[in-house]
């Protein structure tokens, strides 16, 4: 069973920002790995993910040129840099993982692994 847990969260002012951390259990080579997001009241919305090997990142529109996802498969671990932070990005970030190679998928219905999410909070 693979385990994920997010780090990094917390609280900000508008553009500043963050550096989130995903740490999985085991080996995660063979996994995309994604990044999502839900605030108060909303729908859970896809962020960034990243391929197995790193070599395919997607972004969501709302993210595009302020977010960076990465990942270290010698750690096991997935980070999301998160600069110019406004207060629409709040919510709580789950990190998830699903098996398959190529290009990844922005769809939360492909990830059968979720961590338990960290809170940022972007307000002055």
């Known amino acids: 069973q693979l385990q994920l847990v997010e780090s990094g969260g917390g609280l900000v002012q508008p553009g500043g920002s963050l550096r989130l951390s995903c740490a999985a259990s085991r080996f995660t080579l063979g996994y995309s790995i994604g990044w999502f997001r839900q605030a108060p009241g909303k729908e859970r919305e896809a962020v960034s993910c990243?391929?197995?090997?790193?070599?395919?990142?997607t972004y969501a529109d709302s993210v595009k040129g302020r977010f960076a996802i990465s990942r270290d498969n010698a750690k096991n671990t997935v980070y999301l840099q998160m600069n110019s932070l406004k207060p629409e990005d709040t919510g709580v970030y789950y990190c998830?993982?699903?098996?398959?190679?190529?290009?990844?998928?922005?769809?939360?219905?492909?990830?059968?692994?979720w961590g338990q999410g960290t809170q940022v909070t972007v307000s002055s």
């Open positions: 998830a993982a699903y098996l398959g190679l190529g290009v990844c998928v922005l769809s939360t219905h492909e990830y059968g692994y």
């Open positions: 990243i391929s197995s090997s790193g070599g395919s990142r």
